[in-house]
Structures are given as structure tokens and as C-alpha cells.
């Protein structure tokens, strides 16, 4: 079965960097893309971008365009997003889900709590 | 890329239908049939209901249903049940490797 399991909650600084990945399991990592998804306490879901697993083609939100990055790495169907200079409006939920660039994300990671506090 | 817009809020009675509405422009909802709807319960992930406009992916009941008009979406309910009650959020292709997300409708089955 498919499953994608991210990475562990984190607590970070104010101006740090937060790394979270998402392993895939249950299909080929390459036929599908890995969009990336949070939510904010109370707000509504942010779509952040996607990257395809197999050719490494990238996509993000303008708001986030400088400070995300999204990588995959194909030896181990994992894929990672990073986000840098981070502030306290980054404290959210983050989800990967896997799908085609065009929003058919069917399966989703369990979420993964970024906290940015002082 | 600004956020697709959505009620903030529907109700319905049991067994009543409900409908959600999921406005963009040309350059999103309009301009391609890439309409998706994800159902949101509070700790838990999305859940995809609709894709590519109206399309069901296995497991989801036909009570889910979803269509396109110009450049509003939207996702019926027909036949409200007690575990409809949730956040619903539309997404569209927005060109590129884009998408966009509205700013999510909170369903309350009365």
C-alpha cells in the first residue's frame, strides 16, 4: 500500500532553517510529483509547491520563492523541503502528498509540526 | 497567485444536499479542467473527494460530486451525513507547476 511518512516535529529559532522529509513507500517513486502543503494554527491549507520525482522539475508558490527548496532523492523515494529564514508565521503543519502538478493528491504524509519560537 | 475564494462557511440538514461554491479567474479555475477537493478533519491529513473537476477517486461515495461553471467550481453533497462535517478546500491548476488553494469552507451538517 502506499505510504508516506514524514519526519518528526521540530522547534526552531527565528531566522533558522527547518528540513523535513517525506519517505515513499508502496509504488514508483518517479511516476508521480510530491507536492508540499501546511497549515497554520487556525488558518487554511497553503499549497507551498511540488517537484517532480522524476525529473526534478520544480514549482512554489510566489509568496515562498526564495526560501523553499524542494529536493527528492531516488536511491532512498524520499523527498525533502526545506525552509530557510524562517519566522513565527512559518509555525505550522506540514504535509507532503503525492500526485501530479495538476492537485490529485490522493495520498498524503502524516504531517510533520514546525514550531518557530524564541 | 491569489487564493481561489470559498465561502467560509455551508450548512445542511441530514440527508439534505449541500453545495460549495470555489471561485478563481481565467488563469486558474477557468482556464483548466484541474479542479480538485480535499475534505480536512481537525489532526488529520486532506482527503482528496474530487479531482480533475468532477472526477471520484475509489472509495469516496457518489454523494460527492463535483462540477464547473466558467470560473467557479463546485462540489455538491448530496444526501448530508454527520461525518460530512468538516473543512472542504478546493485547489486548481494555476499553469506551470503551480496550484492554488481556496481559502477552505467549514461544513457544519446541522
Known amino acids: 500500500q502506499v505510504q508516506l511518512v514524514q519526519s518528526g516535529a521540530e522547534v526552531k529559532k527565528p531566522g533558522a532553517s527547518v528540513k523535513v522529509s517525506c519517505k515513499a513507500s508502496?509504488?514508483?517513486?518517479?511516476?508521480?510529483?510530491i507536492s508540499w502543503v501546511r497549515q497554520a494554527p487556525g488558518q487554511g491549507l497553503e499549497w507551498m509547491g511540488w517537484?517532480?520525482?522524476?525529473?526534478?522539475?520544480?514549482g512554489f508558490a510566489q509568496q515562498l520563492q526564495g526560501r523553499v527548496s524542494l529536493t527528492t532523492d531516488t536511491s532512498t523515494s524520499t523527498a525533502y523541503m526545506e525552509l530557510r529564514s524562517l519566522t513565527s508565521d512559518d509555525t505550522a503543519v506540514y504535509y507532503c502528498?503525492?500526485?501530479?502538478?495538476?492537485?490529485?493528491?490522493?495520498?498524503w504524509g502524516q504531517g510533520t509540526l514546525v514550531t518557530v519560537s524564541s | 497567485q491569489s487564493a481561489l475564494t470559498q465561502p467560509p462557511s455551508a450548512s445542511g440538514s441530514p440527508g439534505q444536499s449541500v453545495t460549495i461554491s470555489c471561485t478563481g479567474t481565467?488563469?486558474?479555475?477557468?482556464?483548466?479542467?484541474?479542479v480538485s477537493w480535499f475534505q480536512k478533519h481537525p489532526g488529520k491529513a486532506p482527503k482528496l473527494m474530487i479531482y480533475e473537476v468532477s472526477r471520484r477517486p475509489s472509495g469516496v461515495p457518489a454523494r460527492f460530486s463535483g462540477s464547473k461553471s466558467g470560473n467557479t467550481a463546485s462540489l455538491t453533497v448530496a444526501g448530508l451525513q454527520a461525518e460530512d462535517e468538516a473543512d472542504y478546500y478546493c485547489s486548481s491548476f494555476a499553469g506551470g507547476f503551480t496550484l492554488v488553494f481556496g481559502g477552505g469552507t467549514k461544513l457544519t451538517v446541522l
Open positions: 508502496g509504488y514508483t517513486f518517479t511516476t508521480y510529483g
Open positions: 502528498a503525492r500526485g501530479t502538478n495538476y492537485g490529485d493528491s490522493k495520498y
Open positions: 517537484i517532480s520525482a522524476n525529473t526534478g522539475h520544480t
Open positions: 481565467s488563469s486558474d479555475v477557468g482556464g483548466y479542467n484541474y
